[in-house]
């Protein structure tokens, strides 16, 4: 049952070494996690709550999209991922 929640309340997603570089993470996939409305072109997306595991921090972000494409992106917001991949110690490749 609480590994139910857990799964139910959490994705895991691809690093890659640009995201690591460029402090982004792209959220192309799992988007059954996020509600349709958070995705959206300059800045258009209905604002979304990230709970900061470890930095005690709650932040407001949508997800953008590809100009070209219209496909879902990375987080618009990006000011806290360096100090989350940092704090973690994540490297390019860990999921």
């Given at each position: 049952?609480?590994?139910?929640?857990?799964?139910?309340?959490?994705?895991?997603?691809?690093?890659?070494?640009?995201?690591?570089?460029?402090?982004?993470l792209y959220v192309r996939?799992?988007?059954?996690?996020?509600?349709?409305?958070?995705?959206?072109?300059?800045?258009?997306?209905?604002?979304?709550?990230?709970?900061?595991?470890?930095?005690?921090?709650?932040?407001?972000?949508?997800?953008?999209?590809?100009?070209?494409?219209?496909?879902?992106?990375?987080?618009?917001?990006?000011?806290?991922?360096?100090?989350?991949?940092?704090?973690?110690?994540?490297?390019?490749?860990m999921c």
């Amino acid at each position: 049952m609480i590994q139910e929640t857990l799964e139910s309340t959490r994705r895991l997603l691809k690093v890659t070494a640009g995201n690591i570089k460029y402090k982004h993470l792209y959220v192309r996939e799992p988007l059954d996690f996020f509600p349709p409305d958070c995705v959206g072109r300059a800045r258009k997306g209905k604002a979304i709550e990230l709970v900061l595991d470890g930095l005690n921090q709650v932040i407001e972000t949508d997800i953008c999209v590809d100009a070209k494409t219209g496909k879902p992106r990375f987080f618009r917001r990006r000011d806290w991922v360096g100090a989350f991949f940092e704090h973690h110690g994540i490297v390019a490749g860990m999921c």
